[in-house]
């Protein structure tokens, strides 16, 4: 099935990405209780995760990011219309914690139906093209360690590790 990249509309994709957002958010949390060795509580992290005033800042992120021109949500669809995943980039110009100057990969997500379909692929080659429309050197993106499909998508488009970040379980308190 032909997948097409287009810019991101508000009111149109607006509900799709949230809720991608939130999926993306407890995916990351459960990696993250995996690393520790922790158990994953799907419902404390949903109920933490899935608030009115979370999905509210998400929203003001989307809306600003919507008219930034130093930000892109790019989105997949089908010919038909059919929502397939995004990619939320930006252009970080002030170096700070731990971020560098250039493009920075924020957030993407491909439907569990797309996955395998080269989908994150023609995501991050348009977000690649736009890094460099805005004369780009560099690029950047943070991933979960125990994510190797992540991992190997940043890689096969030239990303390579530049840092860790460690986690630790302390004692139960």
């Not at 993106?141 to 096969?156: G, I, R």
């Amino acid at each position: 099935m032909p997948i097409t990249i287009r810019p991101f509309h508000y009111e149109q994709d607006r509900a799709n990405v949230q809720r991608c957002n939130l999926a993306l958010e407890l995916y990351h949390s459960r990696l993250w209780m995996e690393i520790t060795g922790e158990p994953h509580d799907a419902g404390y992290w949903e109920k933490l995760l899935a608030t009115p005033e979370a999905a509210n800042d998400y929203d003001q992120e989307l809306q600003t990011a919507h008219t930034d021109e130093n930000k892109q949500i790019l989105i997949a669809e089908t010919a038909a219309g059919e929502f397939a995943g995004f990619l939320y980039i930006e252009v970080r110009n002030t170096p700070r914690h731990g971020v560098l100057e250039g493009g920075c990969i924020n957030e993407i997500f491909v439907e569990p139906a797309f996955r395998g379909q080269r989908v994150a692929h023609l995501l991050m080659q348009a977000g690649e093209d736009w890094f460099a429309s805005k004369g780009l050197s560099r690029g950047q993106v943070f991933v979960t360690a125990n994510n190797p499909a992540a991992v190997k998508l940043y890689e096969s488009f030239g990303y390579v590790i530049a840092d860790y970040r460690m986690l630790k379980k302390h004692r139960d308190a």
